[in-house]
């Protein structure tokens, strides 16, 4: 065995290297967070927020319209992927705990480990296919599948939290399981079901693969959920891999604009949750 | 509780013959009535987790039946052959197989280490108050879009690669065939790189998770034998070594479904190339990028069939490293403070 100082040495080393390894993963998401205020605060101006694309060279060019078909794309993707994935969670963990459950969960958490490129074409071909078009119907469809499962699993998981005692409360009260599920356990759950709702909103607003054989993208203003939709994450994608400066510039602007409201969710989020956080 | 609610069924099933009692009202009838409310309620909840479950099953579905033609043609070789050609309509997986494995291996060299120094800070080295905050930064690294990496890629990274780090590379270690040829930037190792990035957070995450479900009685234990802290440190990592692997596959599954930052970054050349400078093309990015615009029927199908591939593989993967994780977290970390 090594001297006692030597040992010492190499404890102390490793504190520092892992140290090292804390501060570098901090400091990458500052290095790139920091490229993204650089880079958008150039392109941003009210002029960008407000105005639709205009041709190359044309002055006031803006990303109205992607920020309205994300709007409208995760509203739509929220409203069809929340409510099954809410029910879906209070299923599992009401009545999950047999085998059956155990297969629910583990093909859940299948569909939440597909690539979500596999979702656009999945879409792509129970709908975009046979309706012959590109919509952001089908958009929201796609997002609202990869919503699912993970709003199904915080919901297990939130309400799993309820003490039981609440439970046998509302049972002894001589109201009926689905009422105490609902009116009790669901409503005690129910900032940390919010919560949970709240980051997969903030995961399939970044959300571009999935739209890619969906929603397509659209260069100019269209509120028609039947015809193809633009978003800030599409935009981004067709804008980087442009040739033109202008259009680096407003991917740059873009990204500020998407990564500005994604975060702003986490932490919101975080701040919400942080008693809880403290207490675990 | 809305109107609705009060006139279903309200007769318990503990108390069948008792009044029933309402939450904030007086009792609206005290008659039992048919208990028809729960059954419903189980049937409706379950409607919807069944529906959720089956979209994993189907999306493999769709993507068998929607890849028939290659697999007809080409059987299982479509796994090995190496050409594709729109044009002739030949078509094989390999070097898109070869990207994805390639790229995400060089994501997991750079991000294992890393990722495990962070964690291991985390659990092992920072009081709460500072780990817990330092956690959630590295979150954030998970939280944005797939897409800014990309476009972070394209503009930030590979500019400096092509500058700096590959000439650098190249003089050092040149005479490997891994690092010669040209090096315009996007290519093999800028998409290995800027996905090391991306898999650090989810294999810090679980990572922190498994070292935290590991009973502090064992670290108790070395200490009290006269070891150091790193040295009490290695007990624990030993001991939450499957828990690890699991974290580590999980991020080999991400690294391999990750599409829009590969694809902006990786090249785009259906190519395999010893040197890592060179241009390549992934599973999900070549899926992304000729999907729309696939002209004849076998082109497309051959290209649902390589999403076949993407999902088994991903499929089984996250299914080891989920039993690999759980081998250690179970009865821990999360059912520990219910």
């Known amino acids: 065995m090594p001297s006692v100082g030597r040992r010492k040495l190499l404890d102390s080393t490793m504190t520092v290297l892992t140290g090292l390894c804390a501060l570098f993963a901090v400091a990458s998401l500052f290095f790139i967070l920091g490229y993204i205020f650089w880079g958008g605060l150039r392109g941003l101006s009210l002029g960008f927020l407000v105005n639709s694309p205009k041709p190359i060279g044309e002055p006031n060019s803006g990303i109205a319209n992607a920020i309205v078909g994300s709007v409208i794309l995760i509203a739509l993707g929220s409203a069809i992927g929340m409510p099954v994935g809410i029910l879906g969670g209070i299923y599992l963990s009401e009545f999950g705990s047999n085998k059956f459950g155990l297969l629910l969960r583990f093909l859940i958490d299948t569909l939440t480990g597909t690539p979500s490129i596999l979702v656009g074409v999945f879409v792509w071909t129970v709908m975009v296919h046979p309706m012959g078009y590109f919509s952001a119907l089908s958009g929201g469809v796609a997002l609202g599948i990869m919503m699912m499962p993970i709003v199904a699993r915080t919901t297990e998981e939130m309400i799993r939290l309820v003490p039981q005692s609440l439970r046998e409360a509302g049972l002894a009260l001589g109201a009926p399981r689905w009422r105490v599920t609902l009116g009790v356990v669901l409503r005690t759950a129910a900032s940390g ?23 397509l993208g659209l260069n100019y203003m269209s509120t028609n959920v039947f015809q193809p939709m633009a978003s800030l994450t599409y935009q981004i994608y067709y804008y980087a891999q442009a040739p033109y400066e202008e259009w680096h510039d407003m991917a740059w602007a ?8 994604i975060l702003a969710l986490n932490i919101a989020v975080r701040l919400l949750t942080r008693n809880r956080h403290q207490q675990a | 509780m809305g109107q609705s609610l009060a006139g279903g069924g309200s007769a318990s099933s503990l108390t069948p013959n008792q009044p029933t009692l309402q939450f904030g009202r007086a009792p609206s009838s005290l008659r039992a009535r048919p208990r028809i409310g729960d059954p419903l309620f189980k049937w409706a909840t379950g409607f919807f987790a069944v529906l959720i479950a089956a979209l994993a099953v189907l999306i493999m579905v769709e993507m068998a039946i929607n890849s028939k033609l290659p697999f007809a043609k080409f ?27 390639v790229s995400s291996v060089i994501a997991l060299i750079i991000s294992v280490p890393v990722s495990l120094g962070v964690a291991i800070f985390l659990v092992e080295k920072a009081p709460r108050k500072l780990s817990n905050p330092i956690l959630f930064i590295v979150q954030l690294l998970a939280a944005i879009p797939s ?20 000439p650098a590379l190249q003089s050092t270690f040149g005479f490997l065939p891994l690092f010669q040829g040209n090096q315009n930037g996007l290519g093999l190792l800028t998409a290995g790189l800027i996905l090391s990035i991306m898999v650090l957070p989810i294999i810090t995450a679980v990572t922190t998770d498994v070292l935290r479900a590991v009973p502090g009685t064992q670290r108790e234990a070395s200490l009290a034998l006269g070891s150091t802290r790193w040295e009490a440190t290695l007990i624990v990592l030993q001991n939450a070594k ?17 599409t829009m930052a590969v694809t902006m970054v990786i090249g ?17 990015s070549v899926i992304a990028n000729e999907f729309t615009e696939a002209t004849s029927e076998i082109y497309l199908q051959s290209l649902i069939e390589l999403g076949l591939i993407l999902f088994f593989v991903t499929f089984i993967i996250n299914m080891l490293a989920r039993l690999l994780v759980w081998s250690v977290t179970r009865g821990e970390g999360r059912g520990g403070h219910a």
């Not at chain 2, 059987?75 to 050409?83: I, T």
């Not at chain 2, 050349?269 to 093309?281: E, G, T, V």
């Open chain 2, 268 to 284: 785009n050349r259906s190519q395999i190339s010893a040197s890592l400078f060179d241009p390549s093309y992934s599973i999900a």
């Open chain 1, 193 to 215: 079901v919010a919560t949970g709702a709240m980051l997969a909103i903030a995961r399939i607003a970044g959300e571009t693969a999935p739209l890619l054989f969906t929603a």
């Open chain 2, 147 to 166: 897409v800014v990496y990309g476009l972070w890629g394209i503009f930030v990274l590979a500019p400096m690669l092509r500058n700096h780090v590959y």
């Open chain 2, 242 to 258: 499957s828990g690890i692997s699991g974290a580590i596959i999980l991020g080999l599954g991400r690294a391999i479904g990750e």
């Open chain 1, 254 to 261: 873009a990204t500020l604009v998407l990564v500005t409201m």
């Open chain 2, 75 to 101: 059987g299982f070789g479509f796994l090995s052959r190496s050409v594709w050609d729109p044009v002739k309509e030949q078509f094989g997986a390999l070097p898109f197989i070869y990207g994805t494995a």
